[in-house]
């Protein structure tokens, strides 16, 4: 690198001298050229004094002027200055005529060949000479060449003193060859300085450039003798110099006698081992094979030798070395010396040991597994190359039987189906190097059929061909027994031996995918009736008739009428390739007489459903076996005869999507969605003894922008079946306390409100809290709020419910039985319940306009009621004549259609201004 540098720089530094020199010359050249211009200016100008215009003036330019005076003294004169002045060639006189330059006289005798004539046409008159004429200034040309040879010209306009106008132009002519060697000459001193110069530049350049070299040579010297030192004192192999049998020490062999690793391989410093000879420290079994090598080496019977050998270390321990023994080059009258190098091999020979211990533990281990190891070719006959004993265990053959295929190859033990998918199996992992693990059957030497687990993988040479396979095949017989158990009772039902709903549901999700035009559908028959039984006659009575049931209808199974378990108390038949449904709905009519007959004893029917899955792809198991329970339910309705039919069709398909489409409006409202569309509406509730509205209860409505409105009596099962109803009904609390607050900022506050609670909220947590917090919060009075609840909740927990309305009735809120008399109704227990009020259901009202007044009880639950110290509040009033009735009778208050619909929010704040004596202004 430092080499090219120096040339790098040589040639720059020329260059640069070299166009140095060259711009001297130039420039001296430019300015001997102007000098000699100049001279040759002058010496024209010099001339033109000396003719004499009045002579000039008076020759013509014809042949006449050659016997003119005039003509005769200027011939003289040029003749003179040519003959006389050097390095003048030519001079002469000339003139312009009609455009064109003449000769009026030359400085050339009349017999010479270069002599122009009076008026001779000078042809090759160029711009300089015109320019003489023009300019009236001396003009020297650029060279020019015309008929005679090459010249240089100074050219001087002859004026007539007394016009100033010009009259002639002298030339003077140069010869160019003359011209330039006179300009030569002047630079001849210039040139020696130039080349004495470059010759000097051109030594020192050596100079440096052998300076450089040397500079170079010495730091390579320097920096190959420090990686020499390096190598030396860095080498992982032990480097020393050996003088016949003793090592040569630092002071004797330079600097370089023995490195740092030949130290740290034989544990000993150099100093110890200049005192010591290298048989000293050589082991004793090793030391007669070196001596012998030693000793052809040093007669020259051979050039050198290496050899494995164990070395003595200070602490008594050996190390395993490999030595090569060499001559040591390059040290003239020195043969004794020689060069011995070292490497450890202590951790190879270790690792060798270990291996063989490996292999002796490997034949061991191969020994006693369970199962054969193996090595084989990689073809179609798993040519074995090695076996392990467990062969004979596994299969029954000798491992000798397998090897090269002498007896059998193993392809030959392998079940014939299983062949091709392990050769496939391996032609897809082989190209991956992925491990291979398949699980096959093989034939063993006395017919036995063995499950076998084979775990192995590919062996590849450097150039990734496949070499060999190498792996273990396990027996898995018992495990296969263990698991096909498993998987027997994961699949079937344990106490009536059929498939479970897991298997069911497997198989329905694999039918579902498959492309198929035949006709499929699902038949459950509910038996939930028979859980009647088991409170009677105990779970074993009831299990034998399902077992029963279940060998009965297994008689009607074939290849395409599968039976499962699929839940309690419930059979499911899996039918396919059925003609149409009158085959289908024969075929369950003749199982509903077959369990009709089974359980005539017992007196208990059935439902048996009907689902067509046909060639539905996406058709979800789940989903599939919810509409089959949804038919079974509505054919045990069926009332007609013990065991009805009924084939799951596009309204009970359109009552389950209503269904998830209410799901759906009600989760909105228990997630606090502002658009969802619950809202309320308020029925007021008239005071008999006033004839004014006291109160209001709070109905609430659903409007889906899918359904429409939807019915309470729809909404509100759906939400307490999903539990929605805790946070719908803090929904339905929060829009009946925003409008109380209404009411008593209008100054109503006399106004009550009553909400209806299911027993599902009133048992939830904190319920009691919840509800008083949010009454705290609006900042209403606990005195305008009623809880309605239907008496058949309290059949649901009678003391928790009745605890919660104590509570809330000691906080100040109204406590209302709804619908009394139609439900959980029990005289002994009506004067324990915390309530204040009852309110009649519509039935009873209902009843006054078919009834005579004597007949009809409600003047009795009217009396019962106000005895028990409730007042009464009658529902469904729509005819005066049940008002009268009931106010005759000494009823509190009434609700229904001949008081009010229920009205919107505003309508009902309107009704409350109207009976105030107030107008719409008032709001």
Sequence with gaps: MKASRIRVYTVIFTVIILSLSGLYLRFEWNRYKGIASSEAIMLAESLESVLHPEHIAGLTGDEQDLEKPEYIMTKTSLQRLAGT?????????????????????????????????????????????????TSGRTVLSELQTDRWRTWISALVPIKDPDTGKIIAVLGIDYPASEWYARIWKRMIPDGIIVISILLL?????????????????????????????SIFDQAPIGIAIVNNKNFVSQSEY????????????????????????????THPDDLQADLDKFEQFKTGKI?????????????????????????????????????????????????????????????????????????????????????????????????????NNRDLSYNDLIVPEYRDLLWNE?????????????????????????????????????????????????????????????????????????????????????????????????????????????????FHYTQDLIKKAADTLGGYCTDKRLLFYAYENRFVFYLKEYRDKSELLEFCETLGNALESLFASERIGGGIGIVETGQDKDLDADLLLKKILIASEKAVDISDRAFGVCFYDGEMEREIIREQKIKRELARVAAGDENSGLFLQYQPILDLRSNRVCGFEALARLNSEQLGLVPPLEFIPIAEETKLIVPVGRNVFLQAFRFLKKLKEKGFDTINVFINVSAIQVLAENFTDDLLEMITGMQILPDNIGIEITESVFSVDYQGINRVLGTLRDSGLHVAIDDFGTGYSS???????????????????????????????????????????HSVVAEGVEHEGQKEYLLRNGCDKIQGFLVARPLDEEAALELIRSQAGTGPEST
């Excluded at 009852?838 to 009202?845: A, M, R, S, T």
Aim: hydrophobic share 40%; charged share 25%; with cysteine.
């Design 254 to 281: 330079g600097q370089m006698a023995i490195n740092p690793m030949f130290e740290r391989i034989l544990g000993w410093e150099s100093d110890e081992l200049s005192k010591l000879n290298w048989m000293e420290i």
């Design 827 to 869: 005289l002994a227990r009506e004067r324990e319940l915390n309530v204040d009020c009852l309110k009649i259901d519509k039935f009873f009202v209902d009843k006054l306009l078919t009834l005579s007044a004597e007949d009809a009880i409600t003047a009795d639950i009217i009396s019962m009621a106000h005895r028990l110290g």
């Design 426 to 538: 391996w032609l897809r992992l082989l190209p991956e190097r992925l491990p291979f693990r398949y699980e096959y059957e093989i034939i063993t030497a006395n017919g036995e059929r063995k499950w076998v687990l084979e775990l192995a993988e590919g062996i590849f040479n450097r150039r990734g061909d496949v070499e060999a396979l190498e792996g273990i095949v396990i027996d898995i017989s018992d495990r296969k027994k263990i698991e096909n158990t498993l998987r027997y009772n994961n699949e079937h039902d344990r106490w009536t031996g059929l498939f479970n709903r897991y298997c069911l549901e497997n198989l329905l999700t694999g039918d579902a995918g498959k492309q198929t035009a035949e006709k499929r559908a699902v038949v459950i028959v509910n038996l939930s009736a028979l859980q009647s039984l088991t409170t009677v006659y105990g």
């Design 303 to 403: 050039n050198d030798y290496s050899m494995e050998k164990r070395f003595l270390r200070p602490d008594g321990s050996s190390v395993w070395t490999n030595m090569q023994v060499s001559p040591l080059l390059g040290v003239a009258g020195e043969n004794s010396m020689h060069l011995c190098l070292l490497e450890d091999i202590s951790a190879r020979k270790a690792a060798v040991e270990a291996l063989k211990e490996s292999e002796r533990s490997k034949s061991v281990l191969l020994s006693h597994l369970p199962g054969m190891a193996y090595r084989c070719n990689y073809d179609r006959n798993w040519t074995m190359q090695y076996v392990s004993y467990g062969c004979f265990e596994l299969t029954g053959y000798f491992p000798e039987s397998l090897v």
């Design 201 to 229: 530049f051109f030594a020192l350049l050596r100079t440096w450039s052998q300076h450089s070299t040397l500079k170079y040579l010495s730091e390579k010297l320097v920096l190959d003798e420090a990686l020499y030192h």
């Design 85 to 133: 002045t050097n390095p003048i060639r030519f001079a002469y006189l000339m003139a312009e005529r009609e455009g064109s330059v003449v000769f009026l006289v030359d400085s050339e005798p009349p017999d010479s060949p270069d002599y122009s004539p009076p008026g001779q046409v000078y042809e090759e008159a160029g711009e300089a000479i015109r320019k003489a004429f």
